[in-house]
């Protein structure tokens, strides 16, 4: 069992910056993919990025609409992963979901994660 906690949302003008941290429990956190997904009202859960450690080699995933602005990374000795999220947009608003899961499956898929955080919001204005 594997419960995430979501921090570092918040309201930022167009163009700032926010980084989004994801504290996970549980002692088998680095053989787990870590992925960020944001949801908006009205539409429909999204990915946004993703992370997998394996060998010591990390593997990064993004969504195509974030790739140069957004960082994803993981701490695995504070069982932490961030979302570095710069040069914000008012599209970027959404709560932001931060997911637990098998490092097999596709990394955009929300059905590769079993766990998942409670979300942050994120507020961009423009």
């Known amino acids: 069992q594997v419960q995430l906690v979501e921090s570092g949302g918040g309201l930022v003008q167009a163009g700032g910056s926010l980084k989004l941290s994801c504290a996970a429990s549980g002692r088998t956190f680095s053989s787990y993919t870590m992925g960020w997904f944001r949801q908006a009202p009205g539409k429909e859960r999204e990915f946004v990025a993703a992370?997998?450690?394996?060998?010591?080699?990390?593997?990064?995933y993004y969504q195509d609409s974030v790739k140069g602005r957004f960082t994803i990374s993981r701490d695995n000795a504070k069982n932490t992963v961030y979302l570095q999220m710069n040069s914000l947009k008012p599209e970027d608003a959404a709560v932001y979901y931060c997911a637990a899961g098998s490092s097999y499956g596709p990394k955009y898929r929300a059905s590769t994660y079993n766990y998942w955080g409670q979300g942050t919001q994120v507020t961009v204005s423009s």
């Open positions: 992370i997998s450690w394996s060998g010591g080699i990390t593997y990064t």
